[in-house]
Every structure is written in structure tokens, then in C-alpha cells.
């Protein structure tokens, strides 16, 4: 009876212990949890945090519909400042269309629109909140106001048509970066998308396009790598006196698509003092998540489309589209994707997303290949971009709590986010002042 007793007794004794010793490493891996997440919230509130690629649409830039308001897209002021996302480069998009005059005169035409909303939303919607940058300079300055940050991009060079003076006018509505093409050859340089098909318009830059590149040189606008073709950015890097920049691309090693670049293209760039800004797009970061998971999101897509009483495209049949067909479909895209991301937070039955673990890789990748000086951050934000744990503006600080888990420095997150596209942008400037002196 004795023996049954003290059996018992250290039976209760060792399963005491052993539920204490698991309550004791559960809040241990609690307690490291929490300190790398305090860690990151720390430097995520020092550094400047940049994101080079904001698509934007005009209609959200009106006094009843605008960026102080929480809208279904994902960039606006409440989500920056709720993912302390310091600065949006806002895009200056105009889709492609025919290489006529007509063409360019239309896009021209909306190029200015969208110069104008940026203005809109900066100078008269919300000043107080919100302030234009043309130097890295009037980054910090404004940031340290406690304000965030707009910068412009121009994605696609054919509003330029085949009047060069009109880079120096996109320099001066504040414009800091231009890609000469998108999806589609322009009158600048050959696309990307050649590569689908093989067929070339130019074999890289045409006459014009190396005469828009000198210009661009001349005014301090980077040169955006990431639409056009290979053969284009060799010819860009070849001919520009300053450092290029890739402004929404990933690591083709790891994902192979034509929009991401090489080995040898990430060679290129470092070589040149250049920047690549690592995209938050699906199929550019996981080919097998993405294609399983697509299968679901276009059914979803479609469902939404039909309620909405909108055809369907495919990807083939919006390229074809003209300048305001595109303009209206991706509007259409805009409030879709939107429904899209409410509906998917609902559903459990889905194959795992392309997450920040998939983006962090491809910012690994790069930076063990060509440098930490060389690297940086952009999500294409309401252009298509947008992953599990960085859908939206509201999420950004997910992205820096990765770089921590991944032992990455205050210092070198620092220059991910922010310094190593800033250093790019003043060497420019810098070497935009010398040629204005000649």
C-alpha cells in the first residue's frame, strides 16, 4: 500500500514538473517572440520606410473620394500611417497603345492627369498630412514634420511621343524616375514582353530612346529598368552617366519571369552603383504558390466580375485593348481586387498564399549576390502587387519584423527600405548638375 502511495505521489510530482518545464519554454518562445517583434517595432519607427512602385487612380484623387479616406485600394494616408509606411512613389501610368500620334497625344493627355491628382492630393486635399519630395534632402525634411512622403514615378515612357523636351516638363511636374517602356515595345525601347514571342521592335533602345536617355541624364530622372527587355537596360547602362535603378523587380533565380531579372542583369546593376527594388507581386516571388493559388483567385475574380456585370479578360486581351479601354478595365481591377481581398480573409480552403517569407527570399537572394548597397523595397501597390502579410500599406511593418527574424541589422534595413534608393536618386541629381554646368 506504501509503495502505490509513493508511486502515485511521484507520479503527480513528475507530471507537475514536466507541465511546468512546458509552461516554462512555451514562455520562453513567447518571450523571444516578443522581443524580436519590440525590436523590429523600434527600428521600424527609426528608419525611413520607402516603397518605389504606387499605382494610382484619378478617382480617388477628388474632394468627396480621396487618399484621408480608408478605401478598398490598398495605399491610402490611414494605411500608411497604420503600417508606417513613410513614403509612396505614386505612378504615372499610361498603358500602351498604337505608335501614331494620335497614341501619344492620349497618353500624353493622361500622363497629366495623374501629374494633376498627385498635385491635387499634395497641395490642396491634404497638405497637412502629406507633402511632395524631389530630393532625398525634402525626404528627410518632411518626414522629420511627421508628414508622410510622395515621390513620382512614370511607368512607361510612350507619353513622351517623339518630343524629348517633354522629359524636361515631366522633370519639372516633379517626376524622379521613368522605365521608356511597359508591356508592349514603345517608340523608346523594346519590352520585356518580346520575349514571349521573339519579336523585337528596336533590338534594345531606338535613336529616340537614346536621345530620351541623355535627357533624362541631364534633368536627374532615374532610369527604371524593370519593364524593359534585357537588351534594352544592356543599352541603358551602356549609355547613361549615372546609376540606373530597377524599380519593382525580383530575382529570376529564384522565379522565372521576364520581369524579374538575371544573374548576370543583377551583375549589371551592381557594377553600375544601380538599385533593385525587390516586388511584393505573387508570380514574381513563387511560381508552384502562385499557380496553385491563382487557379482560385480568377474563379473568385470571375464570380465578382459577373456580379459586377463586367467581361472577364485575359491577359492577351488587355494588352490589345486601347489607352482608355485599358484605363477603364483596370479601374474595374482596382474595385475588384479590393472585394477580392475581403472575401479571401473569409475563406479557409485556399492553397498557401505567396507570403513576405516568399518576398524576404528573393531580398536574401539578391543581397547575398550582388550586395546590401544594391537592394531595396517596393510592393506595386494597386497595380497587382500585394502578398499574404504585406496585402496592403497597413502591413509594412511585416516586412521589417522578417528582416529581423532573418538577423538583418538596423543599419541594413535601413538601406533596404530607404538609403540605398536615396543614395541612387542624389548621385543622379548629382550628375544632372555637371551636364546642366557643360
Wanted: with cysteine.
Amino acid at each position: 500500500m506504501k509503495n502505490i502511495f509513493l508511486f502515485f505521489t511521484y507520479s503527480v510530482i513528475f507530471l507537475f514538473s514536466c507541465k511546468q518545464e512546458s509552461k516554462t519554454k512555451i514562455q520562453q518562445t513567447v518571450s523571444k517572440d516578443q522581443i524580436l517583434i519590440d525590436k523590429a517595432k523600434a527600428i521600424h519607427n527609426k528608419v525611413i520606410t520607402l516603397d518605389t512602385h504606387c499605382d494610382i487612380n484619378i478617382k480617388n484623387f477628388t474632394d468627396s473620394i480621396n487618399y484621408t479616406q480608408d478605401l478598398g485600394t490598398q495605399i491610402t494616408l490611414p494605411k500608411m500611417k497604420k503600417g508606417g509606411l513613410d513614403v509612396a512613389w505614386f505612378i504615372v501610368y499610361t498603358g500602351q497603345d498604337s505608335l501614331t500620334t494620335k497614341g501619344f497625344a492620349k497618353a500624353h493627355e493622361v500622363a497629366l492627369s495623374k501629374f494633376n491628382a498627385i498635385h491635387k492630393l499634395v497641395e490642396d486635399i491634404a497638405p497637412n498630412e502629406i507633402e511632395l519630395a524631389l530630393t532625398s534632402d525634402d525626404v528627410k525634411r518632411i518626414h522629420s514634420k511627421n508628414k508622410k512622403v510622395a515621390m513620382i514615378g512614370i511607368e512607361n515612357g510612350y507619353p513622351v511621343g517623339t518630343d524629348i523636351s517633354n522629359v524636361k516638363k515631366f522633370h519639372e511636374l516633379g517626376a524622379r524616375y521613368m522605365s521608356l517602356s511597359h508591356n508592349g515595345h514603345s517608340q523608346l525601347c523594346d519590352s520585356n514582353t518580346g520575349e514571349a514571342d521573339g519579336v523585337w521592335l528596336h533590338n534594345g533602345l531606338s535613336e529616340l530612346g537614346k536621345e530620351v536617355i541623355v535627357e533624362m541624364n541631364k534633368w536627374g530622372i532615374m532610369i527604371d529598368v524593370s519593364h524593359p527587355s534585357k537588351e534594352s537596360m544592356r543599352q541603358m547602362i551602356q549609355l547613361s552617366k549615372a546609376p540606373i535603378i530597377a524599380s519593382h523587380s525580383s530575382a529570376r533565380a529564384l522565379c522565372n519571369h521576364s520581369r524579374n531579372l538575371d544573374d548576370e542583369q543583377l551583375q549589371w546593376l551592381k557594377e553600375n552603383e544601380g538599385v533593385v527594388q525587390t516586388v511584393a507581386f505573387t508570380s514574381y516571388l513563387n511560381t508552384e504558390k502562385f499557380e496553385k493559388r491563382v487557379v482560385e483567385e480568377v474563379a473568385i475574380a470571375k464570380q465578382i466580375a459577373d456580379s459586377m456585370g463586367v467581361t472577364w479578360l485575359e491577359r492577351e486581351e488587355i494588352i490589345k485593348l486601347n489607352t482608355e479601354q485599358k484605363e477603364t478595365y483596370y479601374d474595374f481591377l482596382g474595385k475588384m481586387a479590393a472585394i477580392r481581398r475581403e472575401k479571401i480573409k473569409k475563406m479557409t480552403n485556399l492553397p498557401p498564399a505567396v507570403d513576405v517569407v516568399d518576398f524576404v527570399n528573393h531580398i536574401d537572394y539578391m543581397v547575398t549576390k550582388i550586395g546590401i548597397d544594391h537592394v531595396g523595397i517596393s510592393s506595386d501597390f494597386d497595380g497587382g502587387g500585394g502578398i499574404e502579410g504585406w496585402s496592403d500599406a497597413s502591413e509594412t511593418f511585416n516586412v521589417t519584423l522578417e528582416l529581423v527574424k532573418r538577423g538583418y541589422t538596423e543599419e541594413q534595413i535601413e538601406k533596404l527600405w530607404s538609403g540605398n534608393l536615396l543614395r541612387v536618386l542624389d548621385k543622379v541629381q548629382e550628375v544632372a548638375q555637371e551636364l546642366q554646368k557643360a
